[in-house]
């Protein structure tokens, strides 16, 4: 079943510590999106992805990276996880061409940094 | 420079009765306009979408939304609410000529019994 999958769903971590959320979609769309999500506020967009190769910062500014070196898979990298970087992190995919399909998400990974 | 405002934060409605969820956009070209509903410990799941065909949208689950270009505004309506409808719901809205999504800041349903 084409979808898209994130792991870990949920991950407590010590401050310091690199980690890496995984994302992966089987729909062979060429875009892909990682958005920060916190309660009561807008989606934000942190990194996208036109294709391989091709990563862009998004409008929120993040002390997180990203690569895209297979079309299927898109991770997000923290070098040093902060306090600051608690939040839920959502991945998501679309289609390049034609009409407008809208996003597809993943079920997201809650991030603690204690 | 586009934007999304959801109006409310919270709305509560009994079951059966009508929902009506507020969006209001502003952007500088015609827009494509989404609904997104996020159910708790999940992701965003497309409900609709407006492209600049009908004005008026069905989506699935009941629920449809209309365009209104002269108000700027992309409502979105169910006849009779249902338990599971209670959910968080994202109106987005992209330039037909730009990449990026901008999304609103959500308005949570509460269905009472």
């Known amino acids: 079943e084409a979808d898209i999958y994130q792991t870990p769903r949920y991950l407590v971590i010590g401050t310091g510590k690199k980690i890496t959320l995984e994302c992966s979609q089987t729909m062979g769309h060429d875009k892909m999106y990682w958005y920060q999500q916190d309660p009561g506020m807008e989606l934000h967009l942190i990194h996208y992805?036109?294709?391989?190769?091709?990563?862009e910062k998004g409008d929120l500014s993040s002390e997180s990276t990203v690569s895209r070196i297979r079309t299927e898979h898109f991770p997000l990298t923290l070098e040093s996880a902060r306090p600051s970087h608690t939040s839920q992190y959502l991945c998501?995919?679309?289609?390049?061409?034609?009409?407008?399909?809208?996003?597809?998400f993943g079920s997201g990974t809650r991030l603690t940094v204690v | 420079a586009q934007s999304v405002t959801q109006l409310g934060s919270h709305v509560s409605v009994s079951e059966g009765a009508l929902v009506l969820l507020r969006c209001n956009y502003s952007?500088?070209?015609?827009?494509?306009l989404f609904w997104y509903v996020q159910y708790p410990n999940q992701g965003l799941q497309l409900l609709l979408k407006?492209?600049?065909?009908?004005?008026l949208v069905k989506g699935i689950n009941g629920f449809e939304a209309e365009f209104k270009k002269s108000e700027t505004s992309f409502h979105l309506t169910k006849p009779s609410a249902h338990m599971s409808d209670a959910a968080e719901y994202f109106c987005a809205v992209k330039d037909t000529g730009g990449f990026k999504t901008i999304f609103g800041a959500g308005t949570r349903l509460f269905v009472k019994a």
């Open positions: 407006y492209t600049s065909a009908a004005t």
């Open positions: 992805s036109y294709g391989v190769n091709s990563t």
């Open positions: 952007s500088s070209v015609p827009p494509y």
């Open positions: 998501a995919s679309s289609e390049s061409q034609g009409a407008v399909y809208g996003y597809t």
